[in-house]
């Protein structure tokens, strides 16, 4: 665990702490969100400490809440009691392990179960004059004090709470199948044929930036001109609160000058990229959720189980081809689009986790060293190195070699071998 995130409540009776923000959906089950509240027994002046876990939608101002007129809906909210603790003896997540060595003895742990039908974190795009935070799906965790878990005449005062934002993810799938296809024959008044037109995405799935390649292929019986072509990629959102209701937003509209007779037919590819860089101006857009001020991106289409019934913002996407004729009347067939973010790549691992061998990395010491000894002074080091695997040192000294390995040295430092002589002893890394 790299990073820790902590809060404290405004009396510093309680601290929350979790070992990240980002929780993953993977459409049938949701990571669980498990961290520690560290409690100091002497300011609690006997209430108990809590903690919530809750999804809430807001659609308004936190202006308005100031006047009484609260904006916020709770989607779905879960309440444990930390302490005093209630069940001593739970099984402890290596997370949670972790961060009780850091906490010390006054760390009580807590965790929290996600159901599958919650919707994953969207705002929507304020305009370029709105202020406050943004509308959308958010996440919170909060510790606080209080008497009882959740009662209607006790007053929490903001010092005796410590709350931090989360997000719930979805990445796209490891897997991608074909793309989906679609056709469309229409016949014009005063024509006896028809225009026939097929599109095709080349596969189901894109990701965020990627080009979105779109197959066309028409056939033109008319004695109509078929003037140009047009791609327009449209955002659904569906906002699912007290009643149902869906905005389209376009986010990308390109026209390609490709002209088809009459009697003649047509095959080409296009490439196009929808980018939130360029619907910064719309207001309503649904991007993904972000912590603080970070970049984010247009929102990614939603997964979920058919038979689930979800709230919140439902985010879909869909590519139109239309073709413009002359005389009046366009040819538009419609694809679905999935939209979403890649899985990321897996965390470094240690070199030493990987191979348990000494013997295998003789030969691998002699390599490129050149350039970390010059960052230092190459008279200084020259290109000696000394790697510590399993306890054994292994020197060599030589020009570089080429090993089929992707290595890299994440940091070196400066130590003194057994013979007085200075060497770089790097830590190694291999993705």
Known sequence: MSKVFKKTSGNGHIALYLGKRDFVDNVDSVEVVDGVVKVD????????????????????????????????????????????????????????ESLLKKVGEQGCPFSFQMPPNLPCSVSLQPGPNDSGKACGVDFEVKAYLANEANSATETIEKKDTCRLMIRKIQFAPTKNSAGPKAEITKQFMMSDKPVHMEAALDKEVYCHGDPITVSVKINNETTKIV??????????????????????KTVLTEEFGETINANSTFEKTFQVTPLLANNKEKRGLSVDGRLKDEDTHLASTTLSQDNKEMQGIIVSYKVKVNLMVSGGGDVTVELPLT?????????????SNIFSSQCVFHDLFNWLFVLSAAAHGRSQFGLKAS?????????????????????????????????????????????
């Open 41 to 96: 027994p002497s300011g609690l002046d006997g209430r108990k400490v809590f903690v919530y876990l809750a999804c809430a939608f807001r659609y308004g101002s936190e202006d308005l809440d100031v006047i009484g007129l609260s904006c916020r809906k709770d989607i779905w909210i879960n309440r444990v009691q930390v302490y005093p603790p209630t069940d001593g003896n739970a099984t402890k997540s290596p997370m949670q």
């Open 339 to 351: 939209l979403m973010s890649p899985k990321p790549a897996g965390k470094l691992r240690s070199f």
């Open 387 to 431: 790697v510590v695997q399993n306890g054994h040192h292994h020197r060599n000294h030589g020009r570089l070699r080429r090993h089929v390995a992707l290595i890299t040295v994440s940091r070196t430092r400066e130590l003194n071998d057994s013979d007085g002589q200075r060497s770089l002893r790097p830590h190694l890394c291999i993705s």
């Open 227 to 248: 003037k140009k072509i047009q791609i327009i990629v449209e955002q659904l959102t569906n906002v699912v609160l007290y009643s149902s209701d869906t905005y389209t």
